[in-house]
């Protein structure tokens, strides 16, 4: 009889133990679920899952290269290049910046801002292919490519309390100077990167004696 009684004490002891030690989907002490448990058991996020954009949410991080969702439901496409650059494709047009750039994501949706000299943070709304289309009206111009030796670039613009976050479009284009046909004139264009806005505009001195430029 006694045998029967140790034989049982010695399984409830082991018992006990193995439960202790198997994970369960409760936190040990506190009888609250364990998310990464609960997120492996229905398929979203955890270490195995595929969903992991609620990561980081709320959080401000350096940007990260990869597909990101704009605050507008916009497709952003973010590209690391050489000298610490980033580039950044939305719509088929692209912006270079060596800016730092932070995210943070808001109901799955990305948020870019980044801290300018002053000290002050300016939140990027206006995005590469909506600047790029405002800065070619502009300049009277129909495309903006490196193909044709135009650039785009992302960057800090002006000085102490009048800084701002800005794209600025250069390019060249053909114009008539005294009725010569083929004459390069330097041109280019800055876009507030908040509220889209023309801040300033760049042309050759002679610029004025010259006639319409033949549209490219």
């Given at each position: 009889m006694k045998k029967i009684f140790i034989i049982i004490g010695v399984v409830l002891m082991l018992g006990l133990v193995f439960a202790a030690e198997s994970?369960?989907?409760?936190?040990?002490?506190t009888g609250l679920a364990n998310p990464e448990l609960m997120a492996q058991g229905s398929g979203q996020g955890g270490v195995n899952g595929t969903q992991l954009s609620n990561i980081g949410e709320g959080q401000k991080i350096q940007l990260q290269a990869g597909e990101h969702i704009g605050e507008d439901g916009q497709r952003m496409m973010i590209q690391t290049?050489?000298?610490n650059q980033m580039r950044l494709e939305v719509g088929g047009e692209s912006a270079k910046t060596s800016m730092k750039i932070d995210q943070e994501m808001t109901n799955g949706k990305t948020k870019l801002t980044?801290?300018?000299?002053?000290?002050?943070?300016?939140?990027?709304k206006v995005m590469p292919d909506v600047a790029s289309n405002t800065a070619l009206e502009r300049l009277r111009l129909k495309t903006c490519s490196e193909e044709n030796g135009c650039s785009i670039e992302l960057k800090e613009v002006g000085a102490g309390d009048k800084a701002s976050l800005a794209y600025?479009?250069?390019?060249?284009?053909?114009?008539?100077?005294l009725g010569v046909f083929g004459a390069k004139m330097q041109v280019q264009a800055q876009v507030?990167?908040?509220?889209?806005?023309?801040?300033?505009?760049?042309?050759?001195w002679w610029a004025i004696l010259a006639s319409e430029p033949a549209e490219e």
């Open positions: 994970p369960g989907i409760h936190e040990p002490g290049e050489s000298n980044t801290q300018l000299s002053n000290g002050k943070n300016a939140e990027i600025e479009v250069k390019t060249e284009r053909q114009s008539r100077f507030d990167a908040e509220t889209g806005e023309v801040l300033d505009i760049k042309k050759p």
